[in-house]
């Protein structure tokens, strides 16, 4: 089951379990392969009657896919979970100081520290948003930070996801299918919670309500509707924390504050949890052509009388060329030394680099920087001559448009396959709530890349979700 190449989460290099894995191998052991495949087979039938799909772009098979799930939950320690907790609190602070700096006097440019090129002429900085100051000072509320690990205590932040991250449903979702499905395991570990996320992600949303908001705050989550691959999650977390799910033409703005239409008539919103892309939430702002906004939102916005979560412009902290300065955003904002590590990049735009990435394709992750979902991407060890021809003629003719990263080595944790248990990779996207206060769920999705050998998780390319256990004291 252990690949000595790869850091193995459950056994040690003699082969002996690690620690906290030790009661998840007694049970493994006593599991026949046939009660496995039945546990997949239960799993499977939860899931389709949950609904639980997401859709495949560009694919010539069905559009809507059930996640591939596997019945062998992730084990972290209450130890390492502590660490990761530290590490990303100080990560996401220093990001929303970040954003509200770059949306203001810009000082980390002025230090010199970031190039002012890379946020001006970035696509995703939105000059709609200098100078104005929303609630609390926070710009990205809800933050999803792809996480690798290589090593006991090696940690690297893959991305941080500070505009629309999705996947939460998933994490809810395989939680309640395992104390569905193995009941007496939770009985024998002290497993930490996830189910409370839909009341803390209430909690955080009312907190950073518009100053005007008198009483409760009436909460929306705002979708491109039916066809957005990620409706499933969008309907699930309305209904779980008991808000109201909307599309943009249920939305009007009435002298610079927001209305949904209701069977009795006008009601005013307070708070919008928007799955919409900046560039489609207002028409008379951003694109003119989107049918998804709502006209007039972002100058209800800028007046205070609404508040949109995530604030748009926050796509420049996790733009993947910006992902490079992080280390340097912390210590600019924070004064501290960075907890958790990036993993090493590659700047194109450098000819001594850009050489030596050309020279060394077949060994490297290259990435677009503005691609997402494991598309725009080549990973070098499993690519072909021709892939890596061409990946080299994008990165001469745009060499800002890429980042490359070395292949890394990442961890791998037991996963039924249908036949056996193997070891595969896995990465981890822990989900964090900025407000009132920081609250991060303890552990996140864990994807897996199903296929043996494979380092892409990404559901689109073929990986699948476990249940994360991280373990109380």
């Known amino acids: 089951m252990s690949d000595k190449k790869y850091f193995d989460e459950m056994l040690n290099a003699d082969g002996s379990v690690r620690d906290p894995y030790r009661i998840l191998g007694e049970w493994l052991d ?51 979970w502590r660490r990761l907790e530290k590490g990303i609190e ?23 520290r970031i190039p002012e090129k890379l946020i001006v002429q970035n696509e995703a900085f939105c000059p709609q948003m200098m100078g104005l100051n929303p609630p ?47 009941p007496d395991l939770f009985h024998k570990l002290k497993v930490a919670p996830v189910e409370t996320y839909p009341e803390n992600l209430r909690r955080t949303l009312e907190s950073v309500a518009p100053e005007s908001c008198t009483g409760a705050p ?8 039916i066809y957005n691959s990620a409706y499933f999650e969008h309907s699930f977390l309305a209904d779980q924390m008991g808000a109201t799910l909307c599309e943009g033409h249920d939305l009007f703005v009435e002298n610079g504050k927001v209305y949904m239409r209701t069977t009795l008539g ?40 609404v508040t949109l979560i995530n604030a748009p412009g ?89 980042i490359v990263q070395p292949t890394l080595a990442l961890s791998t944790c037991p996963t039924f396959t249908g036949k ?6 896995v990465d981890l996207r822990p989900f964090v709530l900025v407000g009132d206060q920081i609250r991060i769920t303890p552990g996140g999705l864990t994807r897996v890349a199903l296929k043996q050998g494979s380092l892409v998780v990404n559901s689109s390319q073929g990986g699948g979700t476990k249940d994360t256990w991280v373990l109380e004291d």
């Open 420 to 425: 056996d248990i193997g070891a595969r990779h």
């Open 136 to 182: 609390r000072g926070i710009y990205s509320h809800i933050i999803g930070v792809d996480i690798v690990r290589v090593g006991p205590d090696e940690f690297y932040v893959l991305e941080d996801n500070l505009r629309t991250p999705s996947g939460v449903s998933y994490m809810l979702e395989d939680r309640e299918a395992m104390m569905h499905l193995v």
């Open 218 to 225: 009436n909460l929306v989550v705002l979708t491109p509707g």
């Open 90 to 112: 100080q990560r996401v602070k220093a990001l929303n100081m970040f954003l509200y700096d770059l949306y203001h006097n810009q000082e980390i440019v002025r230090a010199g």
């Open 314 to 402: 926050t796509g420049i902290a996790d733009d993947k060329a910006v992902y490079t300065y992080v280390p340097q955003i912390i210590e600019f904002y924070l004064g501290e030394k960075p907890i958790l590590k990036n993993v090493p990049t590659y700047n194109c735009t450098d000819d001594e680099q850009r050489a030596y990435v050309l020279d060394h394709l077949e060994e490297l992750v290259v990435k677009e920087v503005h691609g997402s979902g494991g598309y725009g991407m080549m990973v070098g060890p499993t690519s072909t001559r021709k892939m890596r021809a061409e990946f080299a003629e994008k990165i001469k003719a745009r060499p800002d448009n890429y």
């Open 30 to 80: 006593s599991q026949p392969t046939q009660a496995l495949r039945q546990l997949s087979r239960d799993a499977e039938t939860i899931f389709r009657r949950l609904g639980i799909t997401f859709a495949v772009y560009g694919s010539n098979e069905s559009t809507e896919r059930l996640i591939p799930f596997d019945v062998i939950p992730r084990v972290i320690s209450a130890a390492e």
């Open 266 to 305: 006008p009601e005013r919103v307070d708070v919008i949890y928007r799955r919409i892309d900046d560039d489609y939430l207002d028409p008379l702002t951003f694109r003119p052509d989107s049918m998804l906004g709502v006209p007039g939102l972002f100058d209800a916005y800028r007046a205070g009388n």
